[in-house]
C-alpha cells in the first residue's frame, strides 16, 4: 500500500536533504502532518522566504540579508588578514571559536575536476582582485582536509606565491581528545610536520 500523493511529495521534498533517508523522510513527514496549522505556515513561509531574502555580500561573499555583511563592515575587525573558507558553515565555525578577528573570503566550494569544477566555478577571481588592496597582508587557507580542499589551497598557494602576501594554512592533526593509536597515518604524519616549539 502507498502513501497519499501529498505525503509521498512531502517525503521527496525531504529527502533532497543531505543526510536524510527514507525513514527519516518519513518520519519527519508524519511529523509535520501532527503540527499545527500555524507552525506549518510558518515553517513554509520560512522555507519560500530564504532565498528571497538573502543575498551574497558583495565583498567576502558570506549569505546574510544585506549588500555587505555585518563582518565586512565591522571597523574593529583586521583588515589586513583573510581566511579564505569553503562555506558558510566553515566560516560559522571559525567565528565560533572567537580566535579570529579578520576578514573572510567564501569560495563557495572548491575546485573538483572530477565534478566538473573548476577555478572559474569558484568564488577565486574576487580573492585575486581582494589580494591587490595593500592593506591585505596575510591570506590564511581554511579548506577542509579533504582532496579537492587541498587542491584548492595549492592553487590559491600557487597564484599568490609571486605577491608580498603572507599565505599561511590552518595547522592540521589530532583533534582534541583523540588516541594516537586510532589517529589515521596521514593525519598523524601531518601532526608530526606541523609540530611546534613548547
Same mark, same amino acid.
Given at each position: 500500500?502507498?502513501?497519499?500523493?501529498?505525503?509521498?511529495?512531502?517525503?521527496?521534498?525531504?529527502?533532497?536533504?543531505?543526510? @536524510?533517508?527514507?525513514?527519516?523522510?518519513?518520519?519527519?513527514?508524519?511529523?509535520?502532518?501532527?503540527?499545527?496549522?500555524?507552525?506549518?505556515?510558518?515553517?513554509?513561509?520560512?522555507?519560500?522566504?530564504?532565498?528571497?531574502?538573502?543575498?551574497?555580500?558583495? =565583498?567576502?561573499?558570506?549569505?546574510?540579508?544585506?549588500? %555587505?555583511?555585518?563582518?565586512?563592515?565591522?571597523?574593529?575587525?583586521?583588515?589586513?588578514? @583573510?581566511?579564505?573558507? *569553503?562555506?558558510?558553515?566553515?566560516?560559522?565555525? /571559525? *567565528?565560533?571559536?572567537?580566535?579570529?578577528?579578520?576578514?573572510?573570503?567564501?569560495?563557495?566550494? %572548491?575546485?573538483?575536476?572530477?565534478?566538473?569544477?573548476?577555478?572559474?566555478? =569558484?568564488?577565486?577571481?574576487?580573492?585575486?582582485?581582494?589580494?591587490?588592496?595593500?592593506?591585505?597582508?596575510?591570506? @590564511?587557507?581554511?579548506?577542509?582536509?579533504?582532496?579537492?580542499?587541498?587542491?584548492?589551497?595549492?592553487?590559491?598557494?600557487?597564484?599568490?606565491?609571486?605577491?608580498?602576501?603572507?599565505?599561511?594554512?590552518?595547522?592540521?592533526?589530532?583533534?582534541?581528545?583523540?588516541?594516537? *593509536?586510532? %589517529?589515521?597515518? /596521514?593525519?598523524?604524519?601531518?601532526?608530526?610536520?606541523?609540530?611546534?616549539?613548547?
Amino acid at each position: 500500500m502507498q502513501y497519499p500523493k501529498p505525503i509521498l511529495d512531502l517525503i521527496s521534498s525531504y529527502m533532497k536533504l543531505p543526510g @536524510i533517508g527514507k525513514k527519516t523522510a518519513v518520519r519527519m513527514a508524519f511529523h509535520t502532518l501532527t503540527m499545527k496549522d500555524k507552525d506549518i505556515e510558518e515553517f513554509s513561509k520560512a522555507l519560500a522566504n530564504l532565498k528571497k531574502d538573502l543575498c551574497p555580500c558583495s =565583498i567576502c561573499h558570506r549569505i546574510n540579508e544585506h549588500e %555587505v555583511c555585518n563582518i565586512c563592515s565591522d571597523k574593529d575587525r583586521n583588515e589586513s588578514i @583573510i581566511c579564505v573558507v *569553503e562555506s558558510d558553515q566553515d566560516l560559522m565555525a /571559525m *567565528e565560533n571559536t572567537e580566535q579570529f578577528f579578520g576578514h573572510y573570503h567564501v569560495l563557495g566550494g %572548491v575546485i573538483s575536476p572530477m565534478n566538473g569544477i573548476g577555478p572559474n566555478d =569558484i568564488n577565486l577571481r574576487s580573492l585575486l582582485e581582494r589580494a591587490k588592496d595593500p592593506k591585505v597582508k596575510e591570506i @590564511i587557507l581554511a579548506t577542509n582536509s579533504t582532496p579537492e580542499g587541498e587542491g584548492t589551497a595549492s592553487f590559491i598557494l600557487r597564484i599568490l606565491q609571486n605577491t608580498d602576501i603572507k599565505v599561511t594554512r590552518i595547522a592540521q592533526g589530532i583533534s582534541f581528545g583523540s588516541d594516537l *593509536e586510532f %589517529v589515521d597515518e /596521514m593525519t598523524l604524519a601531518r601532526a608530526l610536520s606541523a609540530r611546534v616549539e613548547l
